[in-house]
């Protein structure tokens, strides 16, 4: 190797084009559901023909439907947030640590949903979907969605399934966006919410993140303008989709979290210097990437990324974002990461100081954990040590 060398491939083996699911693909705990509607209309401009929504359940609806618990995912979860089964195959889930029988979130106790988003790569409509109208694959075409666009998809879920009126709605990330938008858009279907590491409204730096992002996705040559399906296998946009993911990564951790694992240390050896050589950290981050392309879609990745820039719930609502966190009256649990330096902690303190101006109920809550704005994955016990008692506390408000 010389002076420049060679960067290394991205993961070994070919890579799929997309890793989103496809109707030849197994289900899973899958279920689908299509909204009854002819269009769908978009906040932003356009509509969609037919909307389908991928989701999971976990325990049994009552009677009256007053123990239904939403759990809302993040930029690159899906529906399936917990195992059902217990087959030693199945995927735990992304919050598995918190939902089942007699954890947190008590699937004895509570009916659970969890839907993938609108415009989302696993089951739900999204770019990779087939457009009804062309019967083709949408790809560049597929409008710009918002997280109003996907609670009202949610929305529709839940009367399917019969519930009108949420016992919480939980999330975290992006999952409390969409949970802070149930609460202002359907303030009669929820009885409590819990928007965790989250914000009212994306900031300047939180948008310059995930213009970087979706920048590295379109300079791709193999993007392809957002028309890439047809391509062969190991074709597809690859690079930029992993880049993205490896840049959003850095964000979610900490600098102790990442020298206290990783430090100097190097996969090649470092007797000759060469461009492309590679400290852990940077195997690390190839690792993180290949591991999304090889189950995420690079045009749903696009718009999700930009649905997060686009939330403030202030937007057209008398007030603005203080107005509307003014309206919430159901009660509300707030958690912060104290490490967290994409969605700081005052993110949360001006959702919960906006509850409490208009009169309303927070609590909140600060995770102590070293991983920054992924504790709100890994920290899962201190989640569940104040989530228990408020659904309590909710629940028995209502008998």
């Known amino acids: 190797m010389n002076g420049m060398g060679e960067r290394p491939a991205l993961g070994a083996g070919v890579l799929p084009v ?56 993040a930029l690159t979860g899906d529906a399936h947030a917990a195992a059902r089964t217990g087959r030693a195959s199945e995927a735990p889930g992304w919050w598995g640590d918190l939902i089942g029988p007699g954890r947190a979130v008590d699937t004895d106790r509570f009916f659970v949903v969890c839907a993938n988003i609108l415009g989302g790569c696993q089951g739900t409509t999204g770019p990779a979907s087939i457009d009804p109208v062309t019967q083709r694959i949408y790809g560049s075409t597929f409008p710009i969605v918002s997280i109003r666009d996907m609670v009202r998809a949610q929305a529709g879920l839940a009367d399917h399934l019969g519930v009108a009126r949420w016992l919480s709605v939980i999330g975290g ?40 992002q979706r920048f590295a996705i ?76 090889s189950r995420f879609d690079a045009n749903s990745y696009l718009r999700i990324c930009k649905a997060m820039d686009l939330h403030d719930i202030g937007r057209r609502r008398p007030g603005g974002v203080e107005g509307a966190l003014g309206r919430i009256a159901v009660p509300v649990l707030t958690m912060s990461v104290d490490t967290d330096a994409l969605f700081r902690p005052d993110q949360q303190a001006r959702i919960r100081d906006g509850v409490r101006a208009g009169g309303g109920r927070c609590e909140h809550v600060t995770i102590e954990s070293p991983d920054g704005h992924d504790a709100f994955l890994l920290a899962t016990d201190q989640i569940g040590a104040s989530l228990t008692p408020f659904l309590d506390e909710v629940e028995k408000d209502h008998d």
Not at 20 to 48: I, K, M, S
Not at 189 to 195: H, K, M, N, Q
Not at 225 to 246: F, N, S
């Open 18 to 73: 997309t890793g989103a699911w496809q109707p030849d693909d197994p289900a899973g705990d899958r279920r689908f559901f299509t909204l009854p509607t002819v269009h769908f209309a978009l906040e932003g401009g356009g509509r969609l023909r037919e909307v389908t929504i991928a989701y999971e359940t976990w325990g049994t609806l009552a009677a009256d439907g007053s123990n239904a618990i939403l759990v809302c995912h």
């Open 173 to 212: 990330s992006m999952g409390g966006q969409q949970v802070l938008e149930w609460a202002v858009m359907y303030p009669d279907r929820v009885r409590s919410i819990v928007p965790i590491a989250t914000s009212a409204a994306a900031t300047a730096q939180q948008i310059a993140y995930s213009t970087v």
């Open 218 to 293: 379109a300079l791709d040559p193999k993007w392809r303008g957002g028309d890439y399906y047809d391509a062969k296998p190991g074709d597809g946009p690859h690079l930029g989709l992993a880049l993205a993911r490896q840049i959003a990564h850095i964000t979610y951790r900490t600098d102790p979290v990442f020298e206290e694992r990783f430090g100097l240390g190097s996969v090649d050896p470092l007797d000759a210097f060469t461009l492309w050589q590679r400290f852990d950290v940077e195997s690390y981050l190839d690792y993180q990437g290949t591991k999304l392309v």
